[in-house]
């Protein structure tokens, strides 16, 4: 028999990667302001997302989630934010009109601030300090003062993502986000850009408007409303177990609590075990949730964490996202699917083709070769189908930045390339042209699979 769940339960279990908060009472200060806050988001778009989610499970939808590997609060800022969002609609746009699927539209934004890590310190040239766990927890820069863990950044990560939610909102009800004007999501420095991925991303958007002007001349020149707005939902992986408690909300209509902080939340590769903490948490709240799956999981495992996180099978609740790694992928994903298949279990598939294929290079920095997470994406694509299953959705670190910390792409980033625009703190994201061609694959896929 399991024990009954409150937003708390989960104290009863031991819970990974949290932060060692030098004192107590700070902490519990922190939380009591954080628990009169009001919640981000409501239940209602919770509610919404989920039926997304069940819609992209039964193929009538299909789930783009991306950003940040982290945000960062100094990153806050108009250019960012906007710049993420042009990105995601752009990809969407291009999946949307090669596959005919309805795309559910999720960033890995507003919450995306702490991270797990491998060891709890750092230690550089003799010394050692707490390592960096997220903006939300301490700070990057390697001094003792900026990486003690500090429980007010809970507050500053609670405001930043209320600030960013806020433009999002406004961007995506209208205007902006209006499928009559794709101009408005050109990002400034691919205006004029000659790559070909530019090009071929212009063209799909003219052809779009055409076929826009045609069905609205059908409809006797009266404007398709929809099509003035888009749904964006959000996403973060729910680490810090009390930071998400204090944003567990009853819903006004008495049916459960909501982590109200975010729409989706996950849980990471390193914090799923079934007898943790995490797990707890996630299986009483009553969100979409998202699970991420490494090639270390057995199919047995897999079929009782799903049945833990989703005890009443229940259409939309949970996304499990496979990041194998293009090396494992085709050892390991087959199993799990049969399993999950004879199970009896509804799931969404979700590939993430980043966090499998991470490496390093001689120099030091961390980075993934375009190619491998084409090759990974394409091969699942490729195990679903053969297996009878179907891959719902992909989940990618991006920015609409014009960074250089992946390899290859259409401009064939090489090693010595990276050094002229790494910018991020944590994992090596696409930039805008590698995202935007990681869309016409998976467009290119759907349409594949589709007329299979
Ligand atoms: C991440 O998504 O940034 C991450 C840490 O992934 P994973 O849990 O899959 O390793
Ligand atoms: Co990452």
């Given at each position: 028999m399991t024990p009954p769940w409150n937003p708390e339960s989960w104290k009863q279990f031991p819970a990974a990667q949290q932060p060692n908060y030098p004192d107590p009472n700070e902490l519990k200060q922190a939380l009591g302001q954080l628990l009169r806050l009001p919640p981000l988001v409501t239940s209602w778009e919770i509610d919404h997302l989920r039926e997304g989610i069940a819609d992209a499970q039964r193929g009538d939808a299909w789930l783009l989630q991306g950003g940040d590997c982290a945000e960062t609060f100094d990153e806050c800022q108009t250019e960012q934010i906007a710049s993420k969002l042009k990105l995601l609609?752009?990809?969407?746009?291009?999946?949307?009109?090669?596959?005919r699927k309805r795309i559910v539209r999720v960033g890995?934004?507003?919450?995306?601030?702490?991270?797990?890590?491998?060891?709890?310190?750092?230690?550089?040239?003799?010394?050692?300090?707490?390592?960096?766990?997220?903006?939300?927890?301490?700070?990057?820069?390697?001094?003792?003062?900026?990486?003690r863990p500090d429980p007010s950044r809970l507050l500053r990560g609670y405001e930043r993502s209320a600030l960013t939610l806020n433009f999002i909102r406004a961007l995506s009800e209208g205007g902006f986000a209006d499928l009559h004007h794709p101009e408005n999501w050109n990002l400034l420095f691919v205006n004029e850009a000659k790559?070909?991925?530019?090009?071929?991303?212009?063209?799909?958007?003219?052809?779009?408007?055409?076929?826009?002007?045609?069905?609205?001349?059908?409809?006797?020149?009266?404007?398709?409303?929809?099509?003035?707005?888009?749904?964006?939902?959000?996403s973060h992986e729910a680490l810090l177990l009390d930071y998400e408690t204090a944003l567990t909300r009853?819903?006004?209509?008495?049916?459960?609590?909501?982590?109200?902080?975010?729409?989706l939340p996950w849980i990471g590769e390193r914090t799923r075990s079934i007898d943790g903490a995490h797990v707890e948490y996630f299986r009483g709240i009553r969100n979409p949730i998202g699970v991420k799956i490494g090639p270390n999981i057995s199919p047995d495992e897999l079929v009782d964490l799903v049945r833990r996180l989703n005890a009443d099978n229940q259409p939309g609740r949970l996304t499990l996202i496979h990041r194998m790694g293009r090396r494992h992928v085709e050892s390991r994903l087959p199993g799990l699917i049969e399993a999950i298949q004879r199970s009896?279990?509804?799931?969404?598939?979700?590939?993430?083709?980043?966090?499998?294929?991470?490496?390093?290079?001689n120099s030091g920095r961390k980075t993934r070769r375009f190619d491998d997470i084409v090759d990974e994406l394409r091969l699942s694509f490729a195990i679903h189908h053969a297996?009878?299953?179907m891959l719902g959705g992909a989940h990618l670190e991006l920015t609409g930045e014009n960074v250089t910390e992946c390899m290859g792409g259409s401009r064939n980033l090489t090693e010595s390339d990276l050094?002229?625009?790494y910018q991020t703190q944590v994992d090596p994201r696409l930039?805008?042209?590698?995202?935007?061609?990681?869309?016409?694959?998976?467009?290119?896929?759907?349409?594949?699979?589709?007329?299979?």
């Amino acid at each position: 028999m399991t024990p009954p769940w409150n937003p708390e339960s989960w104290k009863q279990f031991p819970a990974a990667q949290q932060p060692n908060y030098p004192d107590p009472n700070e902490l519990k200060q922190a939380l009591g302001q954080l628990l009169r806050l009001p919640p981000l988001v409501t239940s209602w778009e919770i509610d919404h997302l989920r039926e997304g989610i069940a819609d992209a499970q039964r193929g009538d939808a299909w789930l783009l989630q991306g950003g940040d590997c982290a945000e960062t609060f100094d990153e806050c800022q108009t250019e960012q934010i906007a710049s993420k969002l042009k990105l995601l609609l752009q990809m969407s746009l291009v999946i949307v009109f090669a596959s005919r699927k309805r795309i559910v539209r999720v960033g890995r934004i507003a919450g995306q601030y702490a991270k797990p890590r491998s060891n709890d310190t750092e230690t550089l040239h003799g010394v050692t300090f707490p390592c960096y766990r997220g903006d939300i927890v301490n700070q990057f820069e390697f001094s003792e003062h900026a990486r003690r863990p500090d429980p007010s950044r809970l507050l500053r990560g609670y405001e930043r993502s209320a600030l960013t939610l806020n433009f999002i909102r406004a961007l995506s009800e209208g205007g902006f986000a209006d499928l009559h004007h794709p101009e408005n999501w050109n990002l400034l420095f691919v205006n004029e850009a000659k790559g070909e991925v530019a090009k071929r991303y212009r063209d799909l958007v003219k052809s779009l408007g055409d076929a826009l002007r045609f069905m609205e001349t059908i409809l006797e020149g009266s404007t398709v409303s929809e099509l003035k707005r888009v749904d964006f939902f959000t996403s973060h992986e729910a680490l810090l177990l009390d930071y998400e408690t204090a944003l567990t909300r009853p819903s006004v209509r008495g049916i459960g609590y909501y982590n109200m902080g975010t729409h989706l939340p996950w849980i990471g590769e390193r914090t799923r075990s079934i007898d943790g903490a995490h797990v707890e948490y996630f299986r009483g709240i009553r969100n979409p949730i998202g699970v991420k799956i490494g090639p270390n999981i057995s199919p047995d495992e897999l079929v009782d964490l799903v049945r833990r996180l989703n005890a009443d099978n229940q259409p939309g609740r949970l996304t499990l996202i496979h990041r194998m790694g293009r090396r494992h992928v085709e050892s390991r994903l087959p199993g799990l699917i049969e399993a999950i298949q004879r199970s009896g279990l509804t799931v969404l598939w979700v590939c993430d083709p980043m966090h499998g294929n991470t490496v390093s290079t001689n120099s030091g920095r961390k980075t993934r070769r375009f190619d491998d997470i084409v090759d990974e994406l394409r091969l699942s694509f490729a195990i679903h189908h053969a297996c009878g299953s179907m891959l719902g959705g992909a989940h990618l670190e991006l920015t609409g930045e014009n960074v250089t910390e992946c390899m290859g792409g259409s401009r064939n980033l090489t090693e010595s390339d990276l050094e002229s625009a790494y910018q991020t703190q944590v994992d090596p994201r696409l930039n805008y042209e590698q995202a935007l061609e990681i869309a016409f694959e998976i467009a290119g896929k759907l349409t594949e699979y589709r007329a299979s």
